[in-house]
Each structure stands twice: as C-alpha cells, then as structure tokens.
C-alpha cells in the first residue's frame, strides 16, 4: 500500500471555525491532490500540487486554500468552515512524467461535519 | 472539458451473475482511462487501467477494454461475489495529471 496518511481521521467543527486537514505521504511523488466526496457528486477536484510551492486549483476550490512547504505534506484550509463544506475528503498522490498519466493513490479519507 | 458519466445505480446482483458497468467518456487528446473501487469506510484503489485505444485492463476477474470509437470503458466481471460489493469509478485523465472521476456506481452483490 501507497504511503499516504490523512488526520484528523474525524472532525467536527462549528461553522466559521478554521479548519485544516493534513495529509502527509511517504512515496515522495510530486503530484498531490485533495477531493471531496459527495452523494450524487463523485470525487470533486478541490486543489493539486505539482511541486514544493506550487498548486493550482480544482473545480471546487471556493472556500478552501492549500500549502505545501515540503514534498511530503500538503494541507487543506478552510478558512471559515461553512455547513456546505460537510464532506468526505480524500487525499491523493500521483507520480509523474511527461506524457504519462500515472494512477493515484489514495488516503483512508477525512470527515468533516460543520455544524 | 473531460467528463466521465456512468450510472449511480445501486446495482444488485445476485452471486454469480454477470456484472456490466457502463462508462463513456469525453476528452480532449488521447486519455488513460481508469476504474477505481471503493469498498466501505476506504478510500478509492485502483482496479485496472488502459492507457491506449483497444488496451484491455483487468485485475481480479474484472475487464474493461477501451473503445475510442465509441468513446467507453465499461467494466464487466463474469462471475460476481458479495465481497465485490462497492462502489465503483470510472476515471478518465485527458488532462495532464488531472483525473475527472465519474459519480460512482453502487454495486450490492447478494448471496
């Protein structure tokens, strides 16, 4: 199994609390990616990183920033948590080259209740 | 843009019977294609991919051959069991690195 671990595991929060989630992976792979999990929506884009320093966003980026200071870590921010940001968060990691599309692997996930 | 559609089910099968699940795709260039099981309480693990047209992926039983002409993947397995119950992606990357991800089909295997 891929490296990769997420915490918290479970988190309840209130809304307009900040919140951060982690994700810490050990493959050292470039490629790095949080999606939240909806019924009815699938797996949604939220953010990605391609480097130390350097992430773009998703499809559904409003409402949340990201960091990455080292290769192993990338963290999720909600800045102001709101009720509509009640999810399951995954975490995922892919190596890279070009030209190639390489497979993702997964985190165990996160869920976030805003109350 | 890429977009993957397939059926959010839930599909219920009996054990045994044949498993056909649909997946068409749209993309830009010359995608990889993937599906991508989730079992209970997980996150997603990779089931089998092609990455050229007419490449056929399989794992574990499972098939699904890509079909530029008629822009699909559907996965199929010809003798399901209970543990294959879960929920099932199809997944396509036109873009570099990123992966546009179906909705997700939910199959439900009973004895």
């Known amino acids: 199994d891929a490296g990769i671990t997420q915490s918290p595991r479970h988190k309840v929060t209130e809304t307009g609390t900040p919140v951060t989630l982690r994700c810490h992976q050990t493959?050292?792979?470039?490629?790095m990616y949080w999606y939240r999990q909806d019924p009815g929506h699938g797996l949604r884009l939220i953010h990605y990183s391609y480097g130390v320093k350097d992430t773009d966003k998703g499809e559904v980026s409003d409402g949340y920033s990201v960091s990455r200071s080292k290769t192993e870590d990338f963290l999720l921010t909600l800045e102001s948590a709101t009720s509509s940001q009640t999810s399951v968060y995954f975490c995922?990691?892919?190596?890279?080259?070009?030209?190639?599309?390489?497979?993702?692997?997964f985190g165990p996930g996160t869920r976030l209740t805003v109350t | 843009g890429d977009s993957v559609t397939q059926m959010e089910g839930p599909v219920t099968l009996s054990e045994e019977a044949f498993l056909t699940i649909n997946c068409t795709y749209t993309?830009?260039?010359?995608?990889?294609l993937f599906w991508y099981v989730q079992y209970p309480g997980e996150g997603l693990q990779l089931l089998l991919k092609?990455?050229?047209?007419?490449d056929k992926g399989s794992n574990k039983g499972f098939e699904a051959t890509y079909r530029k002409e008629t822009t699909s993947f559907h996965l199929e397995k010809g003798s399901v069991q209970v543990s294959d119950s879960a929920v099932y992606f199809c997944?396509?990357?036109?873009?570099?690195?990123?992966?546009?991800f179906g909705i997700g089909t939910k199959l439900q295997v009973i004895p």
């Open positions: 995922a990691i892919s190596a890279a080259d070009l030209g190639i599309a390489y497979e993702q692997y």
């Open positions: 493959e050292n792979h470039r490629y």
């Open positions: 997944a396509n990357s036109g873009g570099y690195q990123k992966v546009t």
């Open positions: 092609a990455t050229k047209a007419d």
């Open positions: 993309a830009t260039g010359y995608p990889s």
